[in-house]
């Protein structure tokens, strides 16, 4: 269990389910308290990530509430049901959905704050940190030969 899960198991036990009663699996949704199913998610700047296993998994139990929590809180900043984001939307509210499509290749990349920081200050006017990564790849080539 990561440290937003365990965030929201202390959650559902502060709305007065018991921990025994909580049942906590490694796939979507992770938590089955009697009737109800929850999924977790950490909220990325203003982005939740979801990837197509995931997605699989809540469209046949799509009455998923999805708790999403920010860093160090523990209350959820949002509360969706996921059938009112099951048709793919790139947005819900204040908050950004990154349909991550596995057969395209798409992988998370973990970098500290401070690097973060370093490269968007590389970058350009609406430049992802995908294209940003690339061009400065490109310069580091050029450089080389």
Sequence with gaps: MNKTQERALNWLITQGYKKQDIIFKQSSPCFFVKEKKYDI?????N?????NKQYSQLKKQ???IIL?????ESEPYLKINFSE???LPSRYKDIEINWVDISTKVRTLRVSEKTKDRLQ???KMGEDFDTLLNRLLEIVDKNEK
Excluded: A, E, P, V
């Design 121 to 123: 200050g590389y970058g």
């Design 85 to 87: 984001i099951k048709d």
């Design 62 to 64: 799509s009455s998923t």
């Design 47 to 51: 982005q939740i990530i979801f990837y």
């Design 41 to 45: 998610k950490r909220l990325y700047g």
């Design 68 to 72: 999403i929590f920010r860093d160090n």
